[in-house]
Every structure is written in C-alpha cells, then in structure tokens.
C-alpha cells in the first residue's frame, strides 16, 4: 500500500523536539496540512538519545551509584513529557486527531523507521538552520530522512532562519 489509505485518512508524522523550530514546523503542519474537516491522524515523533553505555566505573575510577543512572533516565522521561506538554499547547486549539510516539536511539533512523512502520502520508521537520560547516561535520537529521524516506517529507524553517 503507498502511503496511508483514504478510508483512514492521512497519516502525518511530525518530529518534535526541544527546539523552538520543531514547535514551529508543527504549527506549520497543522496551519497548512490539516483542514478541519480532513480525516488526518497527527504523530507526533519525538525520539531520545541512545541509551548510553554505561561503565560501573567513571573515568577516576569511582563506582557510579544506582542513584545517578536513576537520575538520569527520569531526566530523561521529564524531557519526553516537557516536550509533549509544549506540542499540546500548539495543537490544542486545532480539530484534529493525535498520537505520541517516543523513540529512542540516533534520530535519523528512528524517524526512518518510524515513518515506514506507520506507513506516514508525510513526514514534516522543523530545520535547525545550521550553517554549512557544522552541518557537514555533524551531519543533518532532516537531509538524511528527505533521502531515505519514501514519502513526501516537509522542512519548515523557522522565520527567523536565514
């Protein structure tokens, strides 16, 4: 089946993140691509870092504690709530269905992934408008997904970008 069927309507997958510019690309989305009457399911995709890979003993050689992966993993959990909290207030007003998805590992292949295991419509990013230099050194998430993904895919650049 290519992309999402009519009787379900569309599928559009946004990744958010902790960046105002994926707010905007979300905003974005529903302003341009939801109307409301449509039947379009929302996903919202918000995918944390790899677990990292942790040694009993820090660089000096002292145990870490229980106490401090715990920590950290809540940090974490607090991050994916925030950030779904923030999408909320954007989508709030608009007419139209939404479910959370949370991933983890690298981005780039998570949202892939995701976008092929829900059969999107659509996959809408915000750009982080990093400059040449630093995209070609730490690589670009949305550049990467635009040539791997089999469907359309959107980046909204935030009005302030150049």
């Not at 409301?36 to 996903?43: A, G, H």
């Not at 050689?61 to 920590?71: E, L, N, R, V």
């Not at 995701?114 to 230099?133: N, P, R, W």
Request: hydrophobic share 40%; glycine share 8%.
């Amino acid at each position: 089946m290519e992309g999402g069927n009519t009787k379900t309507g569309r599928k559009i997958v946004v990744a958010v993140d902790e960046s105002r510019e994926s707010m905007h690309a979300l905003f974005w989305c529903l302003s341009n691509l939801v109307s409301p009457t449509s039947n379009s399911t929302l996903v919202l995709l918000y995918v944390r870092p790899p677990p990292p890979v942790y040694s009993p003993f820090d660089a000096a050689g002292y145990m870490f504690s229980g106490d401090a992966i715990s920590t950290m993993e809540k940090y974490g959990k607090d991050l994916v709530n925030s950030v779904m909290q923030r999408a909320e207030a954007v989508y709030r007003n608009f007419n139209v269905k939404v479910e959370r998805v949370v991933g983890r590992g690298e981005a780039k292949d998570v949202i892939c992934n995701t976008v092929e295991k829900l059969d999107a419509d659509i996959l809408v990013m915000g750009s982080h408008g990093y400059g040449f230099l630093k995209r070609a050194i730490l690589g670009s998430v949305s550049d990467h997904c635009a040539k791997h993904v089999k469907c359309p895919v959107v980046i909204v650049k935030h009005p302030e970008e150049n």
